[in-house]
T-cell receptor, first 115, second 112 residues
Framework: NAGVTQTPKFQVLKTGQSMTLQCAQDMNHNSMYWYRQDPGMGLRLIYYSASEGTTDKGEVPNGYNVSRLNKREFSLRLESAAPSQTSVYFC??????????????FGPGTRLTVT | AQSVTQLDSHVSVSEGTPVLLRCNYS??????LFWYVQHPNKGLQLLLK??????LVKGINGFEAEFKKSETSFHLTKPSAHMSDAAEYFC??????????FGGGTRLMVKP
């Protein structure tokens, strides 16, 4: 049981390049999330997927797209990277709110630098 | 709308002394509240959560937090700090669905 896994762990891009961050969970959770973490700002929600086949914008969606490939996998794509997207990206998943514990479980993060 | 304010961006304590990390929240609903810990270059781990049961919540590694509705606070405490407690701590609120709002974080430093 690996929990939430993310690839890659580190990435350096040049401005204008594209890339996809991968996330997978093995806890049979319906909901999955992408956050970015910047110093002093906590984590901010980029996109989320409440269930397979649905995605919605979070607080900071501009410059990103997502795909909920199946129940396990939720990817984040940067079509044309900008220096402002330099950040640490976290994927998370959660079960339904009515469950005994519905907290979000986080992956180890992807550290992205855009030059 | 919901929001979280962590009142200290940095807290420094000596090993063996008490820890207090302060958190105030704003919510238009009966909130659920969480504390997460992040060790350097790691992901986030849940320390404890409040979900409208007992107002004093015990978590892992000797941490606890008290929900005070009248003060809209959810401060994190530990009686005796250990070197391994050095990390960043996030107070988090959720008032509907599974959406979380994070505070800005408090970096805890523990001096030997």
């Amino acid at each position: 049981n690996a929990g939430v896994t993310q690839t890659p762990k580190f990435q350096v891009l040049k401005t204008g390049q594209s890339m996809t961050l991968q996330c997978a969970q093995d806890m049979n959770h319906n909901s999955m999330y992408w956050y970015r973490q910047d110093p002093g700002m906590g984590l901010r929600l980029i996109y989320y997927s409440a269930s397979e086949g649905t995605t919605d914008k979070g607080e900071v969606p501009n410059g990103y797209n997502v795909s909920r490939l199946n129940k396990r996998e939720f990817s984040l794509r940067l079509e044309s990277a900008a220096p402002s997207q330099t950040s640490v990206y976290f994927c998370a998943s959660s079960g339904p709110r009515t469950a005994v514990s519905y907290e979000q479980y986080f992956g180890p993060g992807t550290r992205l630098t855009v030059t | 709308a919901q929001s979280v304010t962590q009142l200290d961006s940095h807290v420094s304590v000596s090993e063996g002394t008490p820890v207090l990390l302060r958190c105030n929240y704003s919510s238009s609903y009966s909130p659920s509240l969480f504390w997460y810990v992040q060790h350097p270059n790691k992901g986030l781990q849940l320390l404890l959560k409040y979900t409208s049961a007992a107002t004093l919540v015990k978590g892992i590694n000797g941490f606890e937090a008290e929900f005070k509705k009248s003060e809209t606070s959810f401060h994190l405490t530990k009686p005796s700090a250990h070197m391994s407690d050095a990390a960043e701590y996030f107070c988090v609120v959720s008032d509907a669905g599974n959406m979380l709002t994070f505070g800005g974080g408090t970096r805890l430093m523990v001096k030997p």
